[in-house]
Antibody, heavy 120, light 107 residues
Framework: EVQLVESGGGLVQPGGSLRLSCAAS????????MSWVRQAPGKGLEWVSA????????YYADSVKGRFTISRDNSKNTLYLQMNSLRAEDTAVYYC?????????????WGKGTTVTVSS | DIQMTQSPSSLSASVGDRVTITCRAS??????LNWYQQKPGKAPKLLIY???SLQSGVPSRFSGSGSGTDFTLTISSLQPEDFATYYC?????????FGQGTKLEIK
């Protein structure tokens, strides 16, 4: 069964850091690009960052560029999101998603999410 | 950046109704358009990819169409389990973006 399990969320003070992890199973992890998507309380979905299968290419939303770093360890089938200089507006449920590709990229498998709360 | 705008933002409908949700891109995105369904407290679920391709396991009452800047998601006959929020998402740019969502409620 294809599965993604996020972890690492929690309560952090403004200006603090947190590292999220996403453990993948049931597919050849290194063959697929991966994304992080977040959802603030009561709000819509916001794409945060993506990384190619090899890890050689990374992409960020303007709202997190320079503060967040996406990475992956293909030997451990794990995706990461290092979040620094956190702000109240980063409070959200963070989902990792596997990207498929047929005539374009799409997110076909999602984890259940991990909650990040930025508050003093 | 590419902006995605959905209409309507909310919609009330009855079981058995035919429903159409529209998504408009701020520039041409060819057919690089996906649709997701999200229920409260759950992760999004892929319904349609590449504008009109039905994801495996998704009921055939869901269909997508469009290209360029204008796209639609149609549910041919609403079922009770279809009441949820729907999002479009473009993958034309490496900086992906979602529409603001359309909440489909029971009339």
């Amino acid at each position: 069964e294809v599965q993604l399990v996020e972890s690492g969320g929690g309560l952090v003070q403004p200006g603090g850091s947190l590292r999220l992890s996403c453990a993948a199973s049931g597919f050849t992890f290194s063959s697929y690009a991966m994304s992080w998507v977040r959802q603030a309380p009561g709000k819509g979905l916001e794409w945060v960052s993506a990384i190619s299968g090899s890890g050689g290419s990374t992409y960020y939303a303007d709202s997190v560029k320079g503060r967040f770093t996406i990475s992956r360890d293909n030997s451990k089938n794990t995706l990461y999101l290092q979040m620094n200089s956190l702000r109240a507006e980063d409070t959200a449920v963070y989902y990792c998603a596997k990207e498929g590709y047929i005539s374009g990229y799409y997110m076909d498998v999602w984890g259940k999410g991990t909650t990040v709360t930025v508050s003093s | 950046d590419i902006q995605m705008t959905q209409s309507p933002s909310s919609l009330s409908a009855s079981v058995g109704d035919r429903v159409t949700i529209t998504c408009r891109a701020s520039q041409s995105i060819s057919s690089y358009l996906n649709w997701y369904q999200q229920k409260p407290g759950k992760a999004p679920k892929l319904l349609i990819y590449a504008a009109s391709s039905l994801q495996s396991g998704v009921p055939s009452r869901f269909s997508g169409s469009g290209s360029g800047t204008d796209f639609t998601l149609t549910i041919s006959s609403l079922q009770p389990e279809d009441f949820a929020t729907y999002y479009c998402q473009q993958s034309y740019s490496t900086l992906y973006s979602f529409g603001q969502g359309t909440k489909l409620e029971i009339k």
